[in-house]
């Protein structure tokens, strides 16, 4: 460790990610990107990208995607920002609006990154425990008022359980906190179309609310790094003019997004799959004993009840020994528990039929 190391970046440890193995072959359902390969329209824009162009730096705000982006979510384009995946959205929504010793306020558990960006700030964190249903305590918005907290983030649909609070319970946190409210819409994408779940109309009657989206997820684009915050212009602007990077997003970002949100037709059509085999996989996790709260992600949070001969990690063990990952956490309240990301069918029934080997072997 060097002696130039800031005090709390020494003591803080940095994110653990999920297992990224490079061969084909590993039925990967740990990390929760999109089974589906991105749209045919991605890869003739990519195909359509001129080499020569990378000479010259790429338009600095990305404004014909945010143009498209503001179409598609019925806003103007000041109402958007458009960032380096949506983990840069987190990175500056604290950079520009929590200052070194201020509070950033979050429910325990949820995404890992927010106590990584929130220690990198060297901001306080206040974490409120969810109940065991994965509810939110009545005391949440009061609890972090106490602690004053400067931003909030509430993953929605909730990250691990999957679980989806109504847009009039985040309207009603908007209205209670003092501070900012970020609802991170990672897995939004994936939500029944029928709940007719939309925060965008949040915007207009709160000045405090940021929504993250990303590419990663929904648009199949993990590998490319594209996300975006949609929020009062008074809380773009600073973003935008001030705390990002000059150039926080490529050409060949720019216009592989602009080509995947063009045919979103074909993105909703993997939601719709993943929907269909969520259901289907959840179904037969329960059958074999591992029930899951209902989900609008694309991913299943299983619990392993105690009766059974094996725990969650020796689970998760002889799935990877196998050829299959799912995500194991170690930490309270979690270590009874596989998250397990929605895959194709016939990597769901590769995923049960392992599951139900190891579960019948003593
Ligand atoms: C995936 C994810 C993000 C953003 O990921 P990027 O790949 O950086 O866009 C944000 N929040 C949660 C909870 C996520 O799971």
Redesign the pocket.
Known sequence: MSRFERPNIQAMQGYSFGEQPDDSRTIKLNT?ENPYPPSPAVQQALQGVDISRLRIYPQATADPLRNLLAELHGLTPDHIVVTN???EA?RLALTTFVAPGQVFGMAEPS?SLYPVLAEIQDASICRVALKENWNYPDTFCQQLNNAGAQLTCV?NPH?PSGTLLPASALADMAAQLNGLLLI?E??ADFVDPELEYDCSSLLQAHDNVLI?R?F??GYSL?GL?L?YLLGHPDLILPILNKTRDSYNVDLISQTLGQAAVNDLAYAQNTWAQVREHRQLLQNNLAQLGLPSPDTQSNFILATVPPALPVTAEEIYLQLKANGILVRYFSMPGLQDKLRITVGKPEENQALLENLAAILNRD
Request: aromatic share 12%.
């Open positions: 929760n995946g949506g983990d987190l995404y993953v990250a991170d990672a897995y993250l990303t990663s997820k993990a790094r996300g």
